[in-house]
C-alpha cells in the first residue's frame, strides 16, 4: 500500500483524511473491526483538530475587510461634515463648523494608522460626539452609528484572529499535528490495513483498494504541484 507523501500541504492532508474517513464510514459495519473504528475515529478527530488550528488566514482575510470597511466609513463622515461646512448661511453649516475642530483634531491620516492606534482614535472621536447635536447635519448622526458599528465589527474580528494566534500558534501547531496524524497513518493505519488483507483479502482487500486509490490520487496532486 501507498504511504500518504510526507510532502503534503497541511490542508490538503487534512482534505485527504477526511476523503479516508468517508471511505470508511459506508463500509464501517460490514467490516465489523473495533480496532478500524478506534483508529478511523482518530483520523477524523486528528483532521479537525488540524483545520481548526490552521484558520488564521480567513481570520485574518476578514480582519482586513473589517478595517476597510470603518476606513471608508471615517473618509465619507469626514467628506459630509467638510461638504456641510461650504453650505451658504445655513443653520447647517454652522452647526458643522463648531464640530469641525473635533475631527480635525484627529484627521483624516487615522487611517492609516496601526490597528490598535486607529481604534482608539475612533473610540476617542465616538466619545467626544456622544453630547454633539449631530440632527443638524444632513447625514452625520447616520454615519456616527455606521462608525460604532464599523468600529464594533473590526473589534469582533480582531478578537477572533487573535485568538486564533494565540491559541493555536496557527500554522506551527497545525504543522505540529499534520506531523503526529501522518505518521499514525502511514505507520499504525496503513500497516494493521495491509496486515489485514493478508489475513483476509476478500474482507477487506475491496476498502484497501480504495484507499489506495485515494492516497495515490492525493499524492499524484502534489506531484503536479511541484512541477
Do not use: W
Given at each position: 500500500?501507498?504511504?500518504?507523501?510526507?510532502?503534503?500541504?497541511?490542508?490538503?492532508?487534512?482534505?485527504?483524511?477526511?476523503?479516508?474517513?468517508?471511505?470508511?464510514?459506508?463500509?464501517?459495519?460490514?467490516?465489523?473491526?473495533?480496532?478500524?473504528?478506534?483508529?478511523?475515529?482518530?483520523?477524523?478527530?486528528?483532521?479537525?483538530?488540524?483545520?481548526?488550528?490552521s484558520n488564521s488566514a480567513p481570520l485574518l482575510s476578514k480582519l482586513d475587510e473589517a478595517d476597510t470597511k470603518r476606513d471608508t466609513v471615517v473618509r465619507n463622515f469626514f467628506t459630509i461634515m467638510e461638504a456641510?461646512?461650504?453650505?451658504?448661511?445655513?443653520?447647517?453649516?454652522?452647526?458643522?463648523?463648531?464640530?469641525?475642530?473635533?475631527?480635525?483634531?484627529?484627521?483624516?491620516?487615522?487611517?492609516?494608522?496601526?490597528?490598535?492606534?486607529?481604534?482608539?482614535?475612533?473610540?476617542?472621536?465616538?466619545?467626544?460626539?456622544?453630547?454633539?447635536?449631530?440632527?443638524?447635519?444632513?447625514?452625520?448622526?447616520?454615519?456616527a452609528a455606521l462608525l460604532r458599528s464599523a468600529e464594533d465589527e473590526f473589534k469582533a474580528a480582531n478578537t477572533l484572529y487573535t485568538e486564533s494566534k494565540t491559541a493555536a500558534l496557527s500554522e506551527k501547531s497545525?504543522?505540529?499535528?499534520?506531523?503526529?496524524?501522518?505518521?499514525?497513518?502511514?505507520?499504525?493505519?496503513?500497516?494493521?490495513?495491509?496486515?489485514?488483507?493478508?489475513?483476509?483479502?476478500?474482507?477487506?482487500?475491496?476498502?484497501?483498494?480504495?484507499?489506495?486509490?485515494?492516497?495515490?490520487?492525493?499524492?499524484?496532486?502534489?506531484?503536479?504541484?511541484?512541477?
Amino acid at each position: 500500500m501507498p504511504k500518504v507523501s510526507t510532502s503534503t500541504p497541511i490542508g490538503t492532508f487534512a482534505t485527504l483524511c477526511q476523503a479516508l474517513f468517508a471511505l470508511y464510514e459506508p463500509r464501517k459495519a460490514a467490516l465489523n473491526d473495533s480496532k478500524l473504528d478506534s483508529f478511523f475515529d482518530s483520523v477524523k478527530a486528528g483532521a479537525e483538530e488540524i483545520i481548526a488550528t490552521s484558520n488564521s488566514a480567513p481570520l485574518l482575510s476578514k480582519l482586513d475587510e473589517a478595517d476597510t470597511k470603518r476606513d471608508t466609513v471615517v473618509r465619507n463622515f469626514f467628506t459630509i461634515m467638510e461638504a456641510a461646512c461650504l453650505l451658504p448661511f445655513s443653520e447647517e453649516a454652522e452647526a458643522a463648523k463648531a464640530l469641525l475642530p473635533v475631527f480635525e483634531r484627529y484627521g483624516r491620516q487615522i487611517v492609516a494608522e496601526k490597528y490598535r492606534e486607529e481604534s482608539a482614535k475612533i473610540e476617542s472621536l465616538l466619545k467626544d460626539l456622544e453630547g454633539a447635536d449631530l440632527s443638524k447635519i444632513h447625514g452625520a448622526a447616520e454615519y456616527a452609528a455606521l462608525l460604532r458599528s464599523a468600529e464594533d465589527e473590526f473589534k469582533a474580528a480582531n478578537t477572533l484572529y487573535t485568538e486564533s494566534k494565540t491559541a493555536a500558534l496557527s500554522e506551527k501547531s497545525a504543522s505540529a499535528k499534520k506531523k503526529v496524524l501522518l505518521d499514525f497513518v502511514n505507520n499504525t493505519l496503513l500497516k494493521y490495513l495491509k496486515a489485514m488483507c493478508v489475513v483476509d483479502g476478500e474482507k477487506y482487500g475491496e476498502f484497501a483498494k480504495a484507499v489506495d486509490e485515494e492516497i495515490a490520487r492525493s499524492n499524484e496532486s502534489i506531484k503536479v504541484l511541484k512541477k
